[in-house]
């Protein structure tokens, strides 16, 4: 059973383009990630939003945390080729235990 | 800032034999944490360190794994028996306490 539910689990789009991926789970988290992972390397750390309602800004990325902190969703405006790569979401369980979606894999046509 | 390191980035191995994995994490962090990730899939959890105390240790994690920080710096990550369900990427990751985890680049594992 998946703690966090990503979707949609692939998506391609043409450049220019934007897209909304989203994070859902029936748990509360105290923070939640979002990670860019490239193939054969390992996650990076995109942002951490900790409040409910929490809205960064990241250039082109924008970032959303539910108000019962229960959910998330990453916005991309005017996407590019060099976005494409695995968004992974991860919320925070306990003490320090990130727990990961299954991923969204994004492709950006040029 | 040398960042996590992992070793090997790649090891094939025939079913039955045993693997060690290591992991050099950012020389400050006090916790040290291995995750497997499998194609098409999130991390999922397998243990974490705070300096050399072995935390937590997933359910779902077989009796054939076991990590070890000896000195609260490196670690190592052994697998015994190892079967065709055990490839998959071994990703370690590091932190400072309540910081973000910064991760290595992986070993992939190949059972045949």
């Known amino acids: 059973t998946q703690l966090l539910e990503q979707s949609p689990q692939f998506l391609s789009i043409q450049e220019g383009e934007n897209l909304t991926v989203y994070c859902n789970s029936s748990?509360?988290?105290?923070?939640l990630q979002w990670y860019r992972q490239e193939p054969g390397e390992g996650p990076v750390l995109l942002v951490t939003?900790?409040?409910?309602?929490e809205v960064k800004k990241l250039k082109r990325l924008t970032f959303q945390f539910g108000d019962a902190r229960k959910d998330s969703s990453l916005h991309i405006t005017a996407a590019q080729p060099g976005d494409t790569g695995l968004y992974l979401c991860a919320g925070l369980q306990g003490a320090q235990k990130l727990v990961f979606g299954q991923g969204t894999r994004l492709t950006i046509n040029p | 800032d040398t960042g996590v390191s992992q070793n090997p980035r790649h090891k094939i191995t025939k079913r039955g034999q045993n693997v060690t994995f290591r992991c050099d994490p950012i020389s400050e962090h006090n916790r040290l944490y291995w995750y497997r990730q499998t194609l098409g899939q999130g991390p999922e959890f397998l243990t974490y360190?705070?300096?050399?105390?072995?935390?937590?240790k997933s359910r779902l994690l077989s009796d054939r794994f076991s990590a070890e920080r000896p000195k609260g710096s490196f670690s190592t990550l052994e697998i015994q028996r190892t079967e065709q369900g055990d490839s998959a990427m071994y990703l370690c990751?590091?932190?400072?306490?309540?910081?973000?985890?910064?991760f290595g680049n992986g070993t992939r594992l190949t059972v045949t």
């Open positions: 360190f705070q300096n050399e105390a072995q935390l937590e």
């Open positions: 939003v900790v409040t409910g309602g």
């Open positions: 990751a590091s932190s400072l306490v309540n910081s973000p985890l910064h």
């Open positions: 748990s509360v988290f105290s923070s």
